[in-house]
């Protein structure tokens, strides 16, 4: 048997591109089709939440794996999921449902065996089910008190066999029900930090601006009325790319940067001689000390600084964070 020719790249690139373009047709197909069973699903979440009850994923296959997905993304933003394998269900994992409970079934058929098997079973409780389906006419639709169509025009795979573009529209739907239940339900960053207590998320959330600044002999100050050149040298010793500039009340007025003076020294043959006030940029880019460690990273993509300067309710400036920092800190 003869292999087949690996093809050229350039046809490797065009293939892979293909399937881009049609899960992104499949998400707006799905996107498209979002109508007032979604709104009502919404509700019924927040109502089972608020009940103290929980959310009951579940699936076979890959609709499956996708389910274990969303569960998690359900549970990581405070709304109380678990996964339940039709197939254990039957052999005591029912005893994860509860009373209240409202089901999530996942099959883009709506036909799959183990999962219409365990239909009756969770009718014996008082549940509400949501199918997530490509096939609102299917079996598995008929049984649910609401259907959320997830039909895309086609799979990504060649042979229009392999799920593709069906579990990714479904893993879309599920963030799209997480999140829209997460605003519902006046979800907030401190809610967030509270689950993710570890990893960069974790840091970033729980920690405090003044945990990470850099303080004392590390944070380059200096008054208005000092030069350029004596400046410097206070940033020097701070091993700082920017000097914090304060009035005569210790004040923070303005901020210079080695940047500035490259720029500056361009045009300005006397700018060492200048006194800062004559050269800082007013009004910098600074933060509070008791803010969280996550409004500096927001801060660093919005205003496109390098230094943060760390102020106290008297506008003093007490540190400064530095991007490069940041990595270190495991906050990027």
Known sequence: MRRSSPGRPAAHLARARRV??????????????????????VEAVVETLRRRNKLVVVGI???GLIGRKIAATLTSTGSTAVVLDPVDALH???????????VLALSYSGESDE???LLPALKRFAVRL????????STLARHADWVLNVRVPREACPFNLAPTTSTTAMLVLGDALAMTVLEAR????????????????????????????????????????????????????????????????????????????????????HVLSRRLAEVMT???????????????????????????????RRREPVGLVDAQDLPKLKLM
């Open 92 to 102: 005591g994992d029912l005893g994860l449902v509860s009373d209240g409970d409202l």
């Open 186 to 269: 006046g979800f907030k960053p401190q809610d967030f930090a509270q689950r993710h207590p570890a990893g960069a998320i974790g840091r970033a959330l729980l920690l405090r601006i003044r945990d990470i600044m850099r303080r004392d002999e590390r944070n380059s100050v200096a008054p208005q009325t000092l030069t350029v050149r004596d400046a410097l040298l206070v940033m020097t010793r701070a091993k700082a790319g920017s000097v914090s500039v304060v009035d005569a009340r210790g004040r923070l007025v303005g901020v210079f940067t080695d940047g500035d003076l490259r720029r500056r020294m361009a045009a300005d043959d």
């Open 115 to 117: 999962l219409l098997s």
């Open 20 to 41: 881009f373009d049609l899960e992104l047709a499949g998400l707006r197909a799905v996107r498209d089709q979002l109508d007032t069973p979604f709104e009502q699903v």
């Open 61 to 63: 296959g890959k609709s």
């Open 282 to 312: 007013r009004q910098p880019v600074c933060v509070r000390e008791d803010a969280l460690a996550v409004e500096a990273l927001k801060l660093f993509n919005e205003r496109n600084v390098d230094d943060l300067i760390v102020i106290n």
């Open 130 to 137: 949501v199918a997530i389906t490509g096939h609102p006419r």
